[in-house]
């Protein structure tokens, strides 16, 4: 069964698999307990930090390890809102809920949504616009779209605030294991979930600002050099990392054979139907990334009907599945009535070219049958 939900999870890397084997045999015990068992814990547990800082390109104390992207956004909401003094947070339209309603919480009021272009991309004059009013305290822009795959300008974003001594936060976790992760460590702010890719889920990790103190996650402990409480999870940390490590190394080449894949895939829908609309087609987006709309389909049906011909797709965020709401990538650009007929087709690393063939075919076949449907309907009556 092809599966083309990888932006919302993906599977156990071996790597990673290996890693969290033997350290569940050899490191089980409590990295902060001073006899010889918790001396090796806590020793895997600083190794695997400095080889994820190596990645990143930051130094490793800058790392606190968290169980995933979502606790380490709400954290980093909560510490802007207590600093922010009266300043406001600029985020993008279209971050994940995580973001968006962690700085909502902790700033009411206070947060203003950048606009983008009809790509979805973040508009840089805008946020220069913000940022010159000199009341920022924090920008937040995700390195790339959950949703659509769509590439953000984050390190001219980091650039433009370093200028301006605002912090600039980015949520890496489409980002990461699918492009380079050298450069994150330039921004103040990094969070990263590991089961995006290969790694466990319920682990994941923050970077913070260089020499920022008075920064705190959970209390109650000691751990994490008094920034984030509770006993460190040693196995997951290493498997993350060991994912990392794998999916980072792959060659550049191999992603550019990888978009082929995604772009050939996409020439063969639009051939089948002229009327869909990829979501940020025009805009630099993730090799594994193909959200598209069929005008006068039901997103939710036509997932039903791929997973029916054995095609795992979703209408977007795994965090709005299920739910009434549209995709926010397509909100955000004005698309409410297109936009239920959104499905999204995020691929893997294995996935291969004859895969995306099953998976736009099969789109197709569903795509015909719901339009059909949908002309067959009677027209609603008035109402009463």
């Known amino acids: 069964m092809p599966y083309f939900d990888f932006n919302a999870t993906a599977p156990l890397h071996p790597d990673a698999r290996r890693a969290w084997l033997e350290a569940s045999d050899r490191a089980w015990h409590n990295p902060s307990s001073l006899f010889a068992g918790g001396t090796f814990a806590r020793n895997l547990l600083e190794d ?8 990143l390109g930051c130094d490793a104390e800058r790392i606190v390890f968290t169980s995933g992207a979502t606790a380490a956004n709400n954290a980093v909401a909560r ?3 207590r600093t922010a003094a ?21 700033m009411p009021g206070s947060v203003v949504e950048a606009p983008l272009d009809r790509d979805g991309v973040v508009s840089i004059d ?3 616009e913000l ?7 924090c920008v937040s822009v995700m390195a790339a779209g959950n949703e659509s795959g769509v590439i953000q300008p984050w390190q001219l974003l980091a650039e433009r605030c370093r200028q301006r001594g605002v912090d600039f936060h980015t949520d890496a976790a489409q980002w ?14 990094v969070t990263g979930s590991g089961h995006k890719f290969g790694g466990p889920k319920g682990v994941g990790f923050l970077v913070v600002p260089e020499g920022r103190t008075g920064f705190h996650g959970d209390l109650g402990g000691p751990q994490e050099r008094g920034r984030w409480a509770g006993t460190e999870n040693v196995a997951a940390i290493v498997a993350m990392v060991a994912a990392l490590e794998a999916r980072d190394g792959e060659a550049a080449g191999q992603r550019l054979l990888r978009a082929g894949d995604r772009d050939a895939a996409e020439r063969r829908l639009l051939a089948a139907i002229p009327a869909a609309i990829v979501v940020g087609g025009g805009a ?8 598209v709309i069929v005008p006068g389909a039901d997103g939710k049906k036509l997932v039903a009907r791929l997973g029916r011909a054995g095609v795992d797709a979703s209408t977007g965020s795994a965090c709005s599945t299920g739910s009434d709401s549209l ?3 397509v909100l955000a650009l004005g698309g409410e009535a297109a936009g239920r007929g959104m499905v999204r087709l995020s691929g893997g690393w294995e996935t291969t070219a004859a895969d995306w063939t099953v998976a736009i075919d099969a789109l197709v076949a569903a795509s015909v049958t719901d339009r059909a449907d949908g002309a067959s309907r009677p027209a609603p009556g008035p109402r009463r």
Not at 48 to 55: P, T
């Open 48 to 55: 695997a930090r400095e080889r994820l800082a190596d990645l």
């Open 79 to 81: 510490h802007v809102g």
């Open 86 to 106: 009266g300043r406001r947070a600029v985020i993008s339209a279209v971050e994940h809920p995580c973001v968006r309603d962690a700085f909502v919480a902790a």
């Open 126 to 128: 805008a946020v220069e």
């Open 131 to 137: 940022l010159a009013a000199g009341d920022v305290a």
């Open 176 to 189: 990461l294991g699918k492009l380079p992760a050298a450069e994150l460590g330039r921004c103040d702010w």
């Open 284 to 291: 630099p987006r993730l090799w594994n990334t193909l959200a």
């Open 327 to 329: 995709p926010r990538a």
